[in-house]
């Protein structure tokens, strides 16, 4: 069973920053089967990123994503007041799919 | 448009049973699995498990095997989650997802959210 984990916990940035989130599996994700989902409060997650690298529909060019193996990034290159939330990374590789804890990023 | 509509919030006693719904619908139902997702009180997100409704083959987490029961009926493009004895520690956001063709969740319902409490 693969374990994802993110770093850091919790990102405090001001808007027009850029964040870098990473996610580290405990094993290596096949064909980079890595995805990242955004969660802001009270709303039911969004796919931004899919294959380690590709952005979902309608997803804004700020967002990219990078990594093989073991370790991937999510990169926000500047932060807009709407990209303040909680990131998930997520394995599909191998089952059970599994999630990271989550990397919140806020305001600073 | 792509949509994976939930049923409304519940609140049961420890011990009662509970199906919850997500129809989906703008696109062909049995042709993509769809999945579950749970969500506790402030947590993150653990993948319980997935139907495919074509021929309603079923895979679930090891951490959810045996402790619900996931169906569809593929006639009203609806796919269920099911209890048949809630404890508190059931009390989360639940979201069916839908799976791409390699596995990743490009569409979320709207979740449900189950409160246990005697």
């Known amino acids: 069973e693969i374990v994802l984990t993110q770093s850091p916990g919790t990102l405090s940035l001001s808007p027009g920053e850029r964040a870098t989130l990473s996610c580290r599996a405990s094993?290596?994700?096949?064909?980079?089967?890595l995805a990242w989902y955004q969660q802001k409060p009270g709303q039911a997650p969004r796919l931004l990123i899919y294959?380690?690298?590709s952005r979902a529909t309608g997803i804004p060019d700020r967002f990219s994503g990078s990594g093989s193996g073991t370790d991937f990034t999510l990169t926000i290159s500047r932060l807009e007041p709407e990209d303040f939330a909680v990131y998930y990374c997520?394995?599909?590789?191998?089952?059970?799919?599994?999630f990271g804890q989550g990397t919140k990023v806020e305001i600073k | 448009e792509v949509q994976l509509v939930q049923s409304g919030a519940e609140v049961k006693k420890p011990g009662e049973s509970l199906k919850i719904s997500c129809k989906g619908s703008?696109?062909?139902?049995?042709?993509?699995?769809i999945g579950w997702v749970r969500q506790m009180p402030g947590k993150g997100l653990e993948w319980m498990g997935i139907?495919?409704?074509?021929?309603?083959?079923?895979r679930y987490s090891p951490s959810f095997q045996g402790q619900v029961t996931i169906s569809a009926d593929k006639s009203i493009s609806t796919a269920y989650l099911q209890w048949s004895s809630l404890k508190a520690s059931d009390t989360a956001m639940y979201y069916c997802?839908?799976?791409?063709?390699?596995?990743?969740?490009?569409?979320w319902g709207q979740g449900t959210l189950v409160t246990v409490s005697s």
């Open positions: 997802v839908r799976l791409e063709a390699s596995g990743y969740f490009d569409y």
């Open positions: 703008g696109y062909s139902f049995t042709s993509y699995w």
């Open positions: 139907i495919y409704p074509g021929d309603s083959d079923t």
């Open positions: 094993q290596s994700v096949s064909s980079s089967y």
């Open positions: 294959g380690a690298s």
């Open positions: 997520q394995q599909y590789g191998s089952s059970p799919w599994a």
